[in-house]
Each structure stands twice: as structure tokens, then as C-alpha cells.
């Protein structure tokens, strides 16, 4: 995992966000972009932070770019987080 990646794409609220509404189930970039009063190149953006911290992936469908989230990295945080604070997987 590559923790500063990580990290750096869950600092920024708009990508929390993103984070937020895939977690519905896959969307477009153009659904993801109706949800924000920012420019497409600026969620462009955001999708490929999230994209190299692997938080996401995409599939395309003809002209279309479908983004889902990638929650086995986002378990893993969870995992590290919990051995942080001292607890077992078991817990």
C-alpha cells in the first residue's frame, strides 16, 4: 500500500466526497461532476489522485468512464489503523 498516496488523496474534502458517492455503486464522471460546482478538469484531477492512491478504479464503456471504489485499500487503512491502536483483527 502505498500510504502517502493514501493519505494525500483522503486529505482533500472534495475527494472524500467522491469517495462518498461511489460508495452507492459505480458512476460516471460526468454524475460525479453534477455533484460539485467545480470545473470537469478539476474533478478530472481529483479522479486521478484517487486513481494512483488506487482508491478507485475505472472501466470504460464505449465514450463513457465508469469509477467504482476500490475498498480493499480502504480496508487495509482500517487494519493498519487498528493495529495502531493496539487492537487485534478479532476485536
Known amino acids: 500500500m502505498g500510504l502517502q498516496k493514501t493519505m494525500k488523496a483522503l486529505s482533500d474534502p472534495v475527494r472524500r466526497e467522491i469517495l462518498g458517492l461511489l460508495k452507492d455503486g459505480r458512476k460516471s464522471a460526468g ?3 453534477g455533484h460539485f ?3 470537469d478538469a478539476a474533478i478530472s484531477r481529483h479522479l486521478s489522485v484517487l486513481k ?3 482508491l478507485i478504479r475505472d ?3 464505449g ?3 465508469f469509477y467504482d471504489l476500490n475498498a480493499s485499500v480502504l480496508e487495509e487503512i482500517l487494519l493498519w489503523v487498528s493495529a495502531l491502536k493496539g487492537e487485534s483483527e478479532n476485536a
Open 59 to 61: 472501466t470504460r464503456e
Open 52 to 54: 494512483e492512491a488506487d
Open 63 to 65: 465514450k463513457f468512464i
Open 37 to 39: 460546482a467545480i470545473t
Open 31 to 33: 454524475d460525479i461532476a
